[in-house]
């Protein structure tokens, strides 16, 4: 007999870490503006930091129950149609 599966409010669920918190640009200088070139721009935004993945992989194992529930519908709907269709020749 195969292994059950634990119902879904049981099942570990995949762990996702936060973002880290933007990183904000630095402060401008107090004082006189220095003579520095015009064309020396800053850049408009810092940096984004590299995201983390979650770690979770498509598994076609994982899906089974629904291949199965997909077969059992699918059969389900052709036997209705069958008997509708055998019906209809039967009733004027």
Avoid: C, N, W
């Avoid at 880290?20 to 850049?43: C, E, H, Q, R, W």
Wanted: aromatic residues 6%.
């Amino acid at each position: 007999m195969p292994k059950r599966k634990p119902p879904r409010s049981q099942r570990r669920r995949a762990v996702r870490r936060p973002l880290p918190p933007p990183v904000a640009a630095a402060p401008a200088p107090a004082g006189p503006p220095a003579t520095a070139p015009a064309a020396v721009a800053a850049p408009r935004h810092a940096p984004e930091a590299p995201r983390e993945r979650s770690v979770t992989r498509f598994s076609a194992r994982d899906y089974t129950y629904v291949r199965r529930e997909l077969r059992r519908i699918i059969i389900l709907a052709a036997a209705i149609f069958i008997i509708i269709v055998v019906l209809s020749f039967f009733l004027p």
